[in-house]
């Protein structure tokens, strides 16, 4: 009989439908772990020109305009303005480590940067396009959503050398409706892997309480109040996936990566979708003009 401590669980991973209508199995995998991985959603070359999209958008920033920094372990973007007003737009923000003591950047404009947010899907075309497909919408059909909405778009650069660490948290905790509804749909543009910072999930974790609720105060700043302190139960699960993957994970799910300190980049896009039968609180921090409404997958 093998040994229980060599015993590996069956990932949940699959290859992507060709129409994006998720199966009995993979619904049922989902449900019991809370994320799914579908390898090539998307093809390298759509990857490709998603990244080269947000490579002219990088030219086109100058850091000198703004010094906003994004980091899970400082959380300084919570008394932020540029970044607390980021729904209905397309802004950017830097890694903890990106500056040196003199103020100049310690590598080049494209590895200096955390992320850029967060409203791509609807302010450029290129983003636009990836971003609404019909295939998306089956994904989204199949997991029971009534009225998805795509709420906010996320590139996230995870640099060499430098890309931060991105603590253990749950994505409802920040997109938070009434019931829950919000799921991550997290597409891999270039190979994921423990070495450059892939994510990790905590199989099982979405069936655990709400652990944070991060709302926004009367004055505009946002705070982030402890719900449950119970320690994580379970212990991570390394998602390394090749380009073109998309992970689909509840807004529950336990995911954290590493600090990136290899020489290659770690790009990615995400999108967070809600369910617009349910209550969007407005205390919530990402709030959008009302001219820009929301949208779904089609």
């Not at 998720?22 to 070359?45: E, K, P, Y």
């Not at 791509?120 to 989204?140: G, R, Y």
């Not at 991550?184 to 099982?204: H, K, T, V």
Request: with cysteine.
């Amino acid at each position: 009989m093998m040994p229980i401590e060599s015993v590996k669980t069956r990932s949940p991973e699959y290859s992507a439908p060709e129409d994006g209508v998720l199966s009995a199995r993979m619904l049922q995998d989902f449900n019991d772990n809370g994320f799914l991985i579908l390898r090539d959603f998307v093809s390298v070359a759509r990857c490709d020109e998603l990244r080269n999209r947000a490579m002219q958008l990088v030219d086109a920033f100058d850091p000198e305009t703004v010094r906003s920094i994004f980091s899970t372990t400082g959380q300084q973007q919570l008394g932020d303005r540029y970044f607390t007003e980021s729904g209905d737009k397309i802004r950017f923000f830097m890694e903890a480590d990106a500056f040196l003591e003199d103020g100049g950047l310690r590598q080049s404009k494209e590895h200096s940067l955390n992320k850029m947010g967060h409203a791509m899907h609807d302010l450029d075309p290129v983003f636009d396009a990836f971003s609404h497909t019909p295939k998306l919408a089956a994904v989204a059909k199949s997991m029971g959503f009534e009225r998805p909405a795509v709420l906010q778009s996320m590139y996230i650069f995870k640099p060499p050398n430098i890309g931060g660490e991105v603590v253990c948290h749950q994505d409802s905790t920040y997109i938070y409706t009434q019931p829950e509804s919000c799921v991550g749909f997290w597409f891999a543009l270039e190979d994921a892997s423990l070495e450059n910072g892939c994510m990790q999930f905590i199989p099982g974790g979405h069936k655990a309480p709400l652990k944070k609720r991060n709302y926004r105060k009367s004055d505009g700043l946002l705070v982030t109040e402890t719900l449950d302190d119970a320690p994580w139960d379970g212990e991570p699960v390394a998602a390394e996936v090749p380009a073109g993957t998309l992970v689909v994970f509840d807004g529950r799910a336990p995911h954290l990566s590493a600090a990136n300190r290899s020489s290659k980049s770690r790009h990615a896009y995400t999108l967070h979708v809600i369910d617009q039968s349910c209550h969007y609180p407005a205390e919530n921090w990402l709030q959008r003009d009302a001219n820009m409404p929301l949208r779904g997958f089609d």
